[in-house]
């Protein structure tokens, strides 16, 4: 089959366009042709991290039809359209992965999308209720709003009624946030975040504050109201996560970190997903997808990804 692979960490044009070996389906295992591939933050955070072995196939997120099942599968058919999550070899034309970790794709949902939900949406949801605790009239801050975590958790929040404050620079992205359930938006790179969260909530500060940057960490804390809650996840803007924690102590505030990982195989998260992926079948949650590439441009595809400031994902088809 052919893959994107890598021999030594380094930037997009480490990857390579080759032919590798088909993966084996193990008897835990689906084997899916793979038909759209979601480029994921810890896809690029892995690509510069030394390869398991060579060559190597990163990716975290892919969906399409199933061609082969492992003898202990039972709630999985060849034929069945999925998306699945697993921590490497997506960016492939076959993948093989647990059948835990995959979903099967509602009938009115395209498979590109399909591809780019899991991950995000899950994440966002699992940030925003389950370890945020979001009530309705609170109002959540949402960092890094125009990537795949922040337009998932944007939509999220708004349907939980809260007030929703998106972080997030340019005035068409704004616009477009707006339209997807933002109140306010605040452009980083024009205005202080913590002065305009300040005001907008009338000197106390936002409820929750949602960081899939890393980098905006103490920004975040800074915005955060007496008593908020603070929800950290990943880690795409790069560099160390550390912070003043003086202050949230002061101010009696949660700090929760959050790394998906095992836990999209729990079955109150699994489930969670399916209910996400029939919401965005039925439009009322909107996949964002900025650009498709070919899997041959791989470099170019995480080039764009890296530096470009797409709003929504970068994905590529075989």
């Known amino acids: 089959m052919k893959a994107a692979v890598y021999d030594k960490p380094g930037p997009p044009d480490v990857l390579r366009y080759a032919d590798v070996p088909d993966p084996v389906c193990g008897p835990e295992d689906v084997l899916i042709a793979v038909e759209a591939i979601s480029i994921e933050g810890g896809d690029l955070i892995n690509r510069r991290s030394t390869p398991q072995q060579s060559p190597w196939i990163v990716g975290y997120a892919a ?58 949406f899950g994440t966002a949801r699992h940030c925003i209720v389950t370890k945020g605790r979001l009530n309705s009239g609170e109002t959540v801050l949402i960092q ?18 809260a007030n929703v404050i998106a972080v997030a620079s340019g005035s068409e992205r704004q616009a477009r946030l707006v339209a997807l359930g933002a109140t306010h938006v605040i452009d980083r790179l024009r205005h202080d975040v913590v002065e305009q969260v300040r005001r907008l909530t009338d ?31 990943g880690n795409a803007g790069g ?5 003043d924690l003086w202050s949230p102590m002061q101010n009696n505030q949660t700090l929760h970190g959050v790394f998906m990982g095992s836990l999209f195989e729990r079955p109150d998260v699994h489930r969670t997903v399916d209910e996400l992926l029939e919401a965005a079948a039925q439009r009322r949650l909107d996949v964002v997808v900025d650009r498709v590439f070919p899997l041959r441009d791989a470099s ?8 470009a400031k797409p709003f929504g994902r970068v994905m590529m088809t075989p």
């Open 63 to 120: 969906a399409g039809t199933i061609v082969a099942i492992g003898e202990a599968v039972s709630d999985r058919a060849v034929g069945q359209k999925v998306t699945a999550f697993s921590m490497s070899g997506s960016h492939a034309e076959l993948w093989a992965v647990p059948a835990s970790r995959t979903w099967p794709i509602p009938q009115d949902l395209d498979v590109i999308r399909a591809a780019a939900l899991p991950i995000a």
């Open 144 to 161: 890094g709003a125009a990537g795949g975590v922040g337009l998932a958790a944007v939509q999220i929040a708004r349907q939980a009624g």
């Open 203 to 233: 000197g106390r500060g936002a409820d929750l504050v949602v960081d899939p940057v890393g980098s905006t960490l103490q920004t975040s804390l800074d915005a955060l109201a007496p008593e908020g809650r603070l929800v950290f996840v």
């Open 239 to 243: 560099g160390g996560l550390d912070v």
């Open 300 to 307: 170019k595809a995480h080039d764009h990804a890296e530096t």
